[in-house]
C-alpha cells in the first residue's frame, strides 16, 4: 500500500492565502500525493504549477452545505472544469436526502457526472455526520445509480467528519468497484490506516505530511 498514493492533500479553509496554496502544492509535488483539494479559486494557479506533476488537481463544488441551486452547482462545475479541475468534490442537497427527495438528489449527481463526462472524476459527498444509518445507504446507492465515481464521508466543515462505521457501510453499499472517500478529522497514520482497512480507498486530509512522517 502506497499511502501517498491514496491521499488528497487539502487545503479548504477560508482564510488560505496564494501563498499557503504554493505550499500545500509543493508538499504534494515532494510526497507526491494523489491530488491537491482546494477551493475553486485556486484551481486555475494549481493547474499551472502542477502541469506535468503526477498530482492531480481536486475541487470542491457546492461546498460546504450543500444548498446552492443545481444549476449553480453546475456552473461551478463547468467553471473549475475549464481552469483545468481533474477531480469534482460536490456536496450532495442534504435537506432534499432528508425529505426523502431522491430523484432531486440522484438528478443533480448526474448532472455534475454529465459535466465531468471524460474531463474529471466527480466524488459525492454526502456528510454522513448529519445522515442515519438509511440515508447513508439511500445516499449512496443514489450516487452508485447516477454514475459517480466516489462517495465521500465529510465536508469537514459539519459535526463530525470521516468515522470507520460510516465508510465501512458505504463500502458495503456500493461494492468493490466503487470509490469511497474518507475525509475530515483525519489527523494520522493510525486514523488513516484504520479508515483504508473499512474500506476507503481514498483519504483526504490536511494532515498528509504529518501523516507520513
Known sequence: MELNRMIDHTLLKADATEQDVLK????AKTYHFYSVCLNPCWVELASKEL??????VCTVIGFP????TQSTKIFEAREALTH???EIDMVINIGQLKAGNLTYVKNEIAAIVKEAKDKALVKVIIETALL???EIISACQLAKEAGA???????GFSTAGARTADVALMR????PKMGVKASGGIH?????????????????????????S
Open 172 to 175: 458495503k453499499t456500493v461494492g
Open 149 to 155: 465515481d466516489f462517495v465521500k464521508t465529510s465536508t
Open 51 to 56: 502541469k506535468g506533476e503526477p498530482v492531480a
Open 132 to 134: 442515519t444509518t438509511e
Open 24 to 27: 500545500l502544492i509543493e508538499e
Open 188 to 212: 494520522n497514520a493510525t486514523e488513516a490506516i484504520a479508515l483504508i482497512d473499512a474500506g476507503a480507498s481514498r483519504i483526504g486530509t490536511s494532515a498528509g505530511v504529518q501523516i507520513l
Open 84 to 86: 483545468g479541475a481533474g
Open 65 to 68: 452545505l450543500g444548498a446552492n
